[in-house]
């Protein structure tokens, strides 16, 4: 059965695109878990009018996205952080981006399509992205971008924060109120929580900028904090994804998901940045929108959800 006939009230998905790692040992149970043994894509597209399967009015999931960067599957395996989330979580073993560099990513997994970007600059995009489909459903939502600052905003604020990994700056030519500096997320996760959450680090904690021990001490913090909130101890789900690799293959990039009940297992399935955005799109029972529509979806590493 397809993922968007299981939608489950109350579920919290997290989805996170990492490079990590970390030289801590590996640990049982780590992250809170239960401890038990590319199809082609238009150059525009818009937002479908058919009206959502789902509405606010039912409880939606928490969905959590946390973006980083640049490690293939290999290296990444070899870090003692996604080591030891890899031991009891699920772990695509065919996960691919869908192009370079990391802009044209981003935005496929904002809205099934790169707008046939190849670069790293600034375009001015319809506002045909999941934000939008989000809001028009009444569906709360927050991307928190590390680095970015109140007075300079989305498209100006300094380094460590990076526009091009920021994919909502670009639907529409400014930022919607949804996205916010990285501080306000502890205080969301302790209070009251997105339904939908991105997390873009700056350009050191991605793995961009700085050695995988030191984003992968990082995002094991993050994920800890997360998976400490209420929304995660109410049925939590996490995926970690990479927006694109390096080395022989560069599309090649580890997607791992947690659920509090999912053991480890590993999938050969063939997924992509597609993939994750119509599992998206299928959890809030949006139209999936762009190459989204003929993905397939994340399913067999849901644990059954």
């Known amino acids: 059965m397809a993922v968007r006939a299981r939608i489950v009230a109350g579920a919290l998905v997290v989805g996170a695109i990492v490079a990590c790692g970390g030289t801590n040992?590996?640990?049982?149970?780590?992250?809170?878990?239960?401890?038990?043994?590319?199809p082609s894509e238009s150059a525009a597209v818009g937002l479908p009018s058919?009206?959502?399967?789902?509405?606010?009015?039912?409880?939606?999931?928490?969905v959590f996205v946390i973006v980083m960067e640049n490690t293939g599957l290999s290296r990444a395996l070899r870090s003692a952080s996604i080591e030891r989330l890899v031991a009891t979580s699920a772990l695509a073993t065919n996960y691919r981006a869908v192009s370079r560099p990391s802009l044209p990513n981003y935005l496929a997994l904002t809205s099934g399509s790169t707008w046939d970007i190849a670069d790293n600059d600034y375009h001015q995009l319809p506002t045909a992205d999941?934000?939008?489909?989000?809001?028009?459903?009444?569906?709360t939502w927050r991307a928190y971008m590390e680095g970015m600052t109140t007075d300079a905003g989305c498209l100006a604020s300094p380094y460590p924060?990076?526009?091009?990994?920021?994919p909502f700056a670009y639907y529409g030519g400014a930022c919607p109120s949804n996205v916010v500096p990285f501080e306000s997320l502890d205080a969301d996760l302790a209070g009251t929580t997105p339904s939908f959450v991105w997390i873009t680090p700056g350009l050191c904690h991605d793995g961009h900028d700085c050695a995988l021990s030191v984003a992968g001490e990082?995002?094991?913090?993050?994920?800890?904090?997360?998976?400490?909130?209420d929304a995660w101890r109410s049925r939590g789900t996490l995926f970690i994804v990479w927006d694109e690799g390096d080395?022989?293959?560069?599309?090649?990039?580890?997607?791992?998901?947690?659920?509090?009940?999912?053991?480890?297992?590993?999938?050969?399935?063939?997924?992509?940045?597609?993939?994750l955005l119509?599992?998206?799109?299928?959890?809030?029972?949006?139209?999936?929108?762009?190459?989204?529509?003929?993905?397939?979806?994340?399913?067999?590493?849901?644990g059954g959800r």
């Open 278 to 302: 119509a599992t998206i799109e299928d959890l809030f029972g949006l139209p999936r929108l762009g190459a989204a529509a003929t993905a397939q979806p994340l399913e067999h590493l849901l």
């Open 25 to 38: 040992p590996p640990r049982p149970s780590p992250y809170g878990q239960t401890d038990t043994a590319s």
């Open 247 to 275: 080395g022989a293959d560069p599309d090649l990039v580890p997607l791992i998901v947690l659920t509090q009940e999912r053991t480890a297992v590993q999938t050969e399935t063939r997924y992509d940045h597609y993939s």
């Open 218 to 229: 990082w995002l094991d913090g993050l994920v800890t904090r997360i998976v400490s909130s």
């Open 161 to 166: 924060y990076a526009l091009k990994h920021n």
């Open 50 to 62: 058919d009206p959502p399967r789902r509405t606010a009015e039912v409880t939606a999931p928490h």
């Open 130 to 139: 999941l934000g939008t489909q989000l809001t028009t459903a009444g569906v």
